[in-house]
């Protein structure tokens, strides 16, 4: 296994993160356990998660959210792994139907991480992370509440997901203020078919030296070689077919590349987000056993200049602001 330093901070993290948005919904508890005792005896030391996975994110559904972090918390009682695993998980999202149930307030913060880590049968969460951005929430308050619960040694880093560079940079410059650590990760949707963080997210990263963490490498299965899948009879669920029929000439041209590589679509993808110099570690958030020990091999690969030259005239980059669009 690989590691490296998150963002700015001494914390060494595994290259491949560990996603567990499945457990409890697309992989029960007994592979879920495979899994995790897999990803340890890899190497791998990062594990994320977040208080809503596990079930439909909404409370106004049937029940099942928090099962992720409860199955991680059993997996945990059952001793010896506490201290071999970074621990991240998420606030923001609804957990109830009441008005105070959801965001970033004070209240929810505290009342969140206390649940969390209730599920999570622990008495700290290494990164404790901002689902989305909260526009109603001052951020006097977030960090109000952030730096209580450090204080109480039931958080140790902060991170945020889904933020805007606007965001990112209210942010730090807000906990700057404070005299606080503020922001250690982002974790932002990128992979080859989505790379509009390239214009502002990334260099905002790189300035306050936040550690990016993508999640979905592998554009929820387009970029896993859907046009082979397909000639061999799989089915698309009606949003991928909308993005194949998008995306088609780029994908056969991508397939084509990965072909004439030997390495299979869906490493390549996971190898070029390793190849970025803004990427910290890359959310392998797998359905089973062999889809991690599959994911794992992107390390090896070593793609040349030649390659993230073809791979950019595929996927052309966003470049980054104002230059992108400006002067």
């Known amino acids: 296994m690989q590691y490296t330093y998150l963002g700015r901070t001494g914390l060494q993290v595994s290259r491949i993160t560990l996603g567990t948005m499945n457990f409890g919904e697309l992989t029960n508890e007994a592979d879920s356990f495979k899994i995790m005792d897999e990803a340890i005896d890899q190497g791998i030391n990062f594990f994320d998660t977040a208080d809503v996975y596990g079930g439909p994110q909404s409370p106004d559904m049937e029940k099942g959210f928090g099962t992720s972090e409860e199955i991680i918390g059993r997996w945990l009682a059952q001793g010896g792994r506490r201290d ?6 998420k606030v923001y999202q609804p957990m109830d139907t009441g008005v105070n149930d959801r965001r970033l307030s004070a209240y929810h913060i505290k009342r969140a991480c206390e649940a969390s880590l209730k599920r999570l049968k622990t008495d700290h969460i290494d990164i404790y992370q901002m689902h989305h951005i909260d526009r109603q929430t001052p951020w006097e308050e977030i960090w109000q509440a952030m730096e209580q619960l450090i204080r109480e040694g039931k958080i140790t880093y902060v991170g945020s997901s889904n933020f805007a560079g606007w965001d990112i940079a209210t942010a730090q410059c807000s906990a700057n203020a404070r005299h606080q650590l503020g922001l250690v990760s982002e974790q932002s949707l990128y992979n080859l078919t989505q790379r509009s963080i390239e214009l502002e997210v990334i260099p905002a990263l790189r300035h306050f030296g936040i550690g990016l963490i993508p999640w979905s490498p592998i554009g929820m299965g387009v970029l896993g070689g859907v046009l082979r899948k397909l000639k061999e009879g799989r089915r698309a669920t009606p949003n991928l077919q ?6 088609h000439p780029q994908l056969e041209a991508y397939e084509t590349l990965c072909a004439e590589l030997g390495e299979s679509p869906a490493l390549v993808a996971l190898a070029w987000l390793l190849h970025q110099p803004a990427v910290t570690s890359v959310i392998s958030g797998v359905r089973t056993l062999e889809q991690l020990q599959e994911n794992i091999k992107a390390l090896d690969i070593q793609l040349s200049v030649e390659t993230l030259a073809k791979l950019d005239e595929i996927w052309p980059p966003c470049g980054e602001a ?4 400006a002067w």
């Open 84 to 89: 071999k695993i970074i621990l991240a998980t």
């Open 242 to 247: 909308q993005q194949i029929q998008k995306l």
């Open 322 to 325: 104002p230059q992108a669009y």
